[in-house]
C-alpha cells in the first residue's frame, strides 16, 4: 500500500463556512476555489484512481491559516467544525481516507490545547497541522511550547506547513512579492526558517523523541547541509546586535543532528532530484510519501519515486512504514 502522508481537504460543511469568509482572503482563496477536488470527494477519487494501486490520503486542512483570517473566537470554531466533519468523512470512507490531521488555532491557546485531546482521544485525529509562523510570530516562542509538549507526550506527529503570502515582499522596494515567488521559493524558505528557530529553541532537547514531518522535502534543508554545519559553526560572528555566544554550547548534540530529526515528504510535484537528496539527508526512516493533492498531481510523484530505482526495502518504509510508525497505526489491514 502506498499512505500519501499529506493531502488536504475541505469537507462539504466546512467548505461552505469557509466561502463566507473566502471573498476577504485575496489570492489565496482564488487559488482554493479553483481546485475542486479539494472539497468534491468524486472528483478527488477519481484522481485517486488513476495511481492505479493500493493507495490512502491523510487528509489535513490546507492553507491558508486558520489565524490568518480569523478572531481567536471565529478560529476555535472553525477548527472544532474542520475536525468534526473531517472526522465524519473519514469515519464514511475509511478505505480512501484512513485518518485525519486535525486542525487548532493557534492564535487561540487554551482552545488549541483542549482541541488537541478531543480531535485526538475522541475522534481519532492521528496528529496536529500548524503552520511555519503564526500570523507572524515565530513557532519557537514559549507560548507556544505546549503545544509541542503535549504533541510529545501523545506520541504522535505534528504536520509543518509553509505559510507565506505576496504581502512577504522580496524587494524592500516593493509592496508584494512579483511572480507568485512567495509561493515557489517562499514556502520552503519558511520551512527552512522554522525547523532552524525550533532547533535553535533546543525543542529536540527538550523532547527527544518529538515527530515533525515537513512538507515539499523538508524545504531544501538536505541542500544546505554544507552551510547549516559549517556556516553555523561561526554563529554570532555576522551578528552585532546579539549574542548568539550560547546558543551552539547550548546543544547537547552537534548541530546537524538536529535537523536530521525532522521528518520529510515526497510533495515535489513530481521532481526527483529532491527526493534523492531528501533520502540521502535524513535517511530512508525519516522520508514519508505524500503529493500535496489535489494542489499536485498524483501520478508525476509516483513515477519520479519509479526513475529513481529505489531498493525494495526503502520504498516500503517510505510509502508505508514510516506512515504507520508516525501515527501508531496499521493500513491495508
Given at each position: 500500500m502506498i499512505v500519501d502522508i499529506y493531502t488536504h481537504i475541505f469537507p462539504t460543511k466546512f467548505f461552505e463556512s469557509w466561502q463566507k469568509i473566502a471573498p476577504q482572503l485575496g489570492n489565496i482563496a482564488k487559488r482554493i476555489g479553483q481546485v475542486e477536488p479539494v472539497h468534491n470527494l468524486d472528483q478527488r477519487f477519481r484522481a485517486?484512481?488513476?495511481?492505479?494501486?493500493?493507495?490512502?490520503?491523510?487528509?489535513?486542512?490546507?492553507?491558508?491559516?486558520?489565524?490568518?483570517?480569523?478572531?481567536p473566537e471565529l478560529g476555535a470554531e472553525l477548527a472544532k467544525l474542520a475536525n468534526d466533519t473531517m472526522a465524519e468523512v473519514v469515519a464514511k470512507n475509511r478505505d480512501r481516507l484512513p485518518a485525519f490531521v486535525a486542525a487548532i488555532p493557534m492564535h487561540?491557546?487554551?482552545?488549541?490545547?483542549?482541541?488537541?485531546?478531543?480531535?485526538?482521544?475522541?475522534?481519532?485525529?492521528?496528529?496536529?497541522?500548524?503552520?511555519?509562523?503564526?500570523?507572524?510570530?515565530?513557532?519557537?516562542?514559549?507560548?507556544?511550547?505546549?503545544?509541542?509538549?503535549?504533541?510529545?507526550?501523545?506520541?504522535?506527529?505534528?504536520?509543518l506547513h509553509p505559510a507565506r503570502n505576496a504581502s512577504m515582499t522580496d524587494y524592500a522596494t516593493e509592496k508584494s512579492s512579483r511572480y507568485e515567488?512567495?509561493?515557489?521559493?517562499?514556502?520552503?524558505?519558511?520551512?527552512?526558517?522554522?525547523?532552524?528557530?525550533?532547533?535553535?529553541?533546543?525543542?529536540?532537547?527538550?523532547?527527544?523523541?518529538?515527530?515533525i514531518v515537513t512538507h515539499h522535502g523538508g524545504g531544501g534543508i538536505p541542500f544546505f547541509d554544507g552551510r547549516i554545519e559549517e556556516g553555523f559553526r561561526t554563529l554570532g560572528a555576522r551578528t552585532s546586535d546579539e549574542d548568539y555566544s550560547k546558543v551552539i554550547p547550548s546543544l547537547k548534540r552537534p548541530l546537524l543532528d538536529y535537523f536530521k530529526m525532522f521528518y520529510a515528504d515526497t510533495a515535489l510535484m513530481g521532481g526527483s532530484i529532491g527526493v534523492k537528496a531528501s533520502l540521502e539527508f535524513f535517511g530512508p526512516d525519516r522520508v514519508?510519501?505524500?503529493?500535496?493533492?489535489?494542489?499536485?498531481?498524483?501520478?508525476?510523484?509516483l513515477e519520479a519515486i519509479k526513475r529513481l530505482d529505489l531498493e525494495p526495502s526503502v520504498l516500503e518504509r517510505m510509502n508505508q512504514d514510516n506512515a504507520e510508525k508516525l501515527m501508531n497505526m496499521k493500513f491495508g489491514d
Open positions: 485517486m484512481d488513476r495511481a492505479g494501486t493500493d493507495y490512502c490520503h491523510i487528509v489535513s486542512l490546507p492553507n491558508p491559516p486558520l489565524e490568518d483570517f480569523s478572531t487561540n491557546l487554551d482552545f488549541a490545547m483542549k482541541e488537541i485531546d478531543r480531535a485526538v482521544l475522541q475522534l481519532g485525529a492521528k496528529g496536529i497541522q500548524i503552520f511555519t509562523n503564526i500570523k507572524g510570530k515565530p513557532l519557537d516562542l514559549p507560548e507556544y511550547r505546549p503545544v509541542f509538549a503535549r504533541m510529545a507526550e501523545l506520541d504522535l506527529p505534528i504536520w515567488i512567495w509561493w515557489a521559493f517562499g514556502w520552503p524558505y519558511e520551512t527552512q526558517v522554522a525547523c532552524s528557530r525550533l532547533v535553535f529553541s533546543g525543542l529536540f532537547d527538550r523532547h527527544p523523541n518529538i515527530k514519508v510519501f505524500a503529493t500535496d493533492s489535489p494542489f499536485a498531481p498524483i501520478v508525476p510523484t
